[in-house]
């Protein structure tokens, strides 16, 4: 089992800049495909971006790529998802989950993954 935690959501404003956290726990001796995924009111959840388990390959959803980064920190067992240039269209509620299948891949397919956190709400206002 992993658990995972999500951290460092708010209010920014349009333009402005937030960084995410999702600290990993328990079975954490080998590294997992972690995901963001966010899921705005009235919509369903979707893909944000994804790195592989060694972070050597990432990818991102086309709405957002150029404006966020996804990187990992192994030895705090962290991930983290840096968005700039927000804009009010990015306000969700963000997920990070991690996937036990194999960590070559940067999965995008929310059925992928196994282990999710319990969400931070971002809020980008105009």
């Known amino acids: 089992q992993v658990q995972l935690v999500e951290s460092g959501g708010g209010l920014v404003q349009a333009g402005g800049s937030v960084r995410l956290a999702c600290a990993a726990s328990?079975?954490?001796?080998?590294?997992?495909?972690v995901g963001w995924f966010r899921q705005a009111p009235g919509n369903e959840r979707e893909f944000v971006a994804s790195?592989?388990?060694?972070?050597?390959?990432?990818r991102y959803a086309d709405s957002v790529k150029g404006r966020f980064t996804i990187s990992r920190d192994h030895a705090k067992n962290t991930v983290y998802l840096q968005m700039n240039g927000l804009k009010p269209e990015d306000t969700a509620v963000y997920y990070c989950?991690?996937?036990?299948?194999?960590?070559?891949?940067?999965?995008?397919?929310?059925?992928?993954?196994?282990?999710w956190g319990q969400g931070a709400q971002v809020t980008v206002s105009s």
């Open positions: 989950a991690a996937s036990s299948g194999s960590s070559y891949i940067a999965r995008y397919k929310e059925d992928d993954y196994d282990y």
């Open positions: 328990g079975r954490t001796e080998r590294s997992y495909t």
């Open positions: 790195s592989s388990g060694t972070g050597s390959i990432t």
